[in-house]
T-cell receptor, first 110, second 113 residues
Framework: GQNIDQPTEMTATEGAIVQINCTYQTSGFNGLFWYQQHAGEAPTFLSYNVLDGLEEKGRFSSFLSRSKGYSYLLLKELQMKDSASYLCAVREAGGFKTIFGAGTRLFVKA | DAGVTQSPTHLIKTRGQQVTLRCSPKSGHDTVSWYQQALGQGPQFIFQYYEEEERQRGNFPDRFSGHQFPNYSSELNVNALLLGDSALYLC????????????FGPGTRLTVT
């Protein structure tokens, strides 16, 4: 079966660090994505991991462990504008289909 | 450089009607994917078009069909609308040679009454 699990909601304080976890079970694997989606807007691409390890891009980092079917998105120095939904998505192997999780709504408070 | 554009922005239809949604990909992109996003959920893959052909389809009934034109723009058609078809419909474009990087359009909000 295909399943992507991530927490429904998280709350963190401005300036802090937050880690959003994602676990997946899919029919094959050809990369994991993280997207940010503000309410009423389109998802925007944050990161792509296809090999194990940590990818860092400014305040955002993404980690992947293929053997564990696990990824996390790390957001540092949180800002109020980081309040959004964060979507974990997996590209199936041998195809073009991307499967999305339901998203984690992050609330950043002052 | 224009990004992905979609039209219309909002649409209200009645059960049983048909609807056509339109998408223009980002300049230089040749691949278009369509997604349905219900409120509070992640996007669900409907299908992907490349070289004017549907090359992969998600778990959606045949009421959902599409088309890609020679200029790479695309249409999504939904027949016999149901209340459950109410959702945000997102179009995403990419360049086939670098297909991991998808750019999403702003979406069309469809309400079926």
């Amino acid at each position: 079966g295909q399943n992507i699990d991530q927490p429904t909601e998280m709350t963190a304080t401005e300036g802090a660090i937050v880690q959003i976890n994602c676990t997946y079970q899919t029919s094959g694997f050809n990369g994991l994505f993280w997207y940010q989606q503000h309410a009423g807007e389109a998802p925007t691409f944050l990161s792509y991991n296809v090999l194990d390890g940590l990818e860092e891009k400014g305040r955002f980092s993404s980690f992947l462990s293929r053997s564990k079917g696990y990824s996390y998105l790390l957001l540092k120095e949180l800002q109020m504008k980081d309040s959004a939904s964060y979507l974990c998505a997996v590209r199936e192997a041998g195809g073009f289909k991307t499967i999305f999780g339901a998203g984690t709504r992050l609330f950043v408070k002052a | 450089d224009a990004g992905v554009t979609q039209s219309p922005t909002h649409l209200i239809k009645t059960r049983g009607q048909q609807v056509t949604l339109r998408c223009s990909p980002k300049s230089g992109h040749d691949t278009v994917s369509w997604y349905q996003q219900a409120l509070g959920q992640g996007p669900q893959f409907i299908f992907q078009y490349y070289e004017e052909e549907e090359r992969q389809r998600g778990n959606f009934p045949d009421r959902f069909s599409g088309h890609q034109f020679p200029n790479y723009s695309s249409e999504l058609n939904v027949n016999a609308l149901l209340l459950g078809d109410s959702a945000l419909y997102l179009c995403a474009s990419s360049w086939d040679r670098s297909s991991y990087e998808q750019y999403f359009g702003p979406g069309t909000r469809l309400t079926v009454t």
